[in-house]
């Protein structure tokens, strides 16, 4: 019996474009070769930036210059470089539900982390002006882990309550925006900022492999001199053969292709996933956060506890997370059996036996 993936973690490198991704790389070879030798900028190359800015001010609405982007080798790299431009002991907060290795990462960095509840618009303001801290860490596009989208009036709000005072910034993590359903995308929550407030972050991970690892942030011009100033020796921590293809890749029009054909494959294998998932679990089971991203939140109604479902979900071979890892502080995760159902890696002709195998590790 083969395994089967409900995992949130991974792409499905079956479908990534290898034979164009080569091509690019061989371009960049066959053009590029001095440029082996350009490690020197400590934001990445600047012909990368370009495209970056470029496509995420098509695909998200930011609004940046190629000066502001800072590439980064994954997004802890980015925060623990970010970290850094603020003053000392600045306070920082984020979602709980949330990211839960940024708030392990955060820890150890000996930073204060502090965290906000989220309600059905995600992060919840009245717990943020309650916290009073100086950096709001968020994911607006879809909430991690439970999915949510935060409509532009809970925006609104958190940009007013950075805008009351100077040491107040809001960290935009779109991770996992680039695939929604049923209307259109959201811009980002950069695209309404005026007041420099928005540090926004990005990668590549989901849109084309996390093995790739390129992430970005794009800073206010304020804290790009800071940056400046600090990490002027510092070396770019992204391979520049990678950089050099992925702006290729970008530059070709490769990348919004398969932006495109993925999004159609990801509507189908999730259309058909939550009519199976409705077949078999009728209303022992609710969702959340599926109208965009990767995967979503479900919650099943049964008196098993979340251990016992993965060890049996272990038995019956499916890749399953619970929600649980991901409750930072509050205790309020073992009540509810929740889990991540992603279907990236989750092909259509797996979805019937991967829900049936499901319903016998709850109800079996
Ligand atoms: C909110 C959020 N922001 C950024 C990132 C990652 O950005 P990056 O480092 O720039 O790629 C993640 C990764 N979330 C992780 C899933 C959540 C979890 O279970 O921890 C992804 O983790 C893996 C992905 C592939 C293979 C192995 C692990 C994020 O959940």
């Not at 009245?126 to 009036?153: E, K």
């Not at 509810?336 to 979805?351: M, Q, V």
Request: hydrophobic share 35%; aromatic share 12%.
């Amino acid at each position: 019996k083969h395994w089967i993936s409900f995992s949130h973690m991974a792409t499905d490198t079956t479908q990534f474009p290898f034979d164009r991704w080569v091509h690019c790389e061989q371009r960049v070879i066959k053009h590029s070769r001095e440029q082996m030798n350009n490690i020197k900028h400590p934001q990445g190359l600047y012909s990368v930036r370009e495209s970056i800015c470029r496509l995420i001010s098509l695909t998200r609405g930011v609004k940046c210059f190629p000066e502001q982007v800072v590439l980064g080798a994954g997004t802890h790299f980015l925060m623990q470089m970010f970290i850094r431009l603020l003053p000392e002991n600045s306070t920082f907060s984020m979602e709980d539900p949330g990211y839960k290795r940024i708030y392990t990462f955060l820890k150890n960095e000996q930073v204060h982390v502090k965290t906000f509840g989220i309600d059905e618009k995600g992060a919840s303001i009245n717990d943020i002006r309650r916290l009073n801290p100086n950096i709001v860490y968020i994911t607006p596009s879809h909430q991690f882990p439970t999915g949510r989208l935060m409509p532009i009036a809970r925006r609104v709000q958190i940009l007013n309550w950075a805008m009351e005072s100077n040491h107040r910034y809001i960290l935009e993590d779109d991770y996992d925006s680039e695939f929604k359903y049923e209307s259109d995308t959201i811009p980002a929550l950069q695209s309404l900022d005026t007041f420099e407030k928005v540090i926004y972050m990005g990668c590549f991970s989901k849109s084309l492999m996390p093995g790739l690892r390129v992430s970005y942030m794009i800073l206010p011009q304020h804290l790009l001199y800071v940056f400046r100033k600090k990490y002027a020796d510092f070396f770019q921590s992204c391979s520049v053969l990678t950089q050099l293809t992925l702006q290729e890749f970008i530059d070709s029009g490769e990348y919004q292709k398969h932006i495109k054909r993925m999004k159609q494959l990801y509507q189908e294998r999730r259309e058909m996933l939550i009519k199976t998932l409705e077949i078999h679990f009728g209303d022992q089971m609710t969702i959340e956060g599926a109208n965009a991203g990767l995967h979503f939140r479900i919650t099943f109604t049964t008196g098993r506890t979340t251990e016992h479902i993965l060890k049996r979900a272990k038995e019956e071979k499916i890749e399953l997370y619970s929600m649980n890892p991901f409750y930072l502080t509050n205790t309020e995760s073992n009540q509810e059996t929740s889990f991540i159902l992603g279907f990236a890696k989750l092909p259509k002709e797996h979805i019937h036996e991967g829900v049936k195998r499901l319903y016998r590790a709850i109800y079996g």
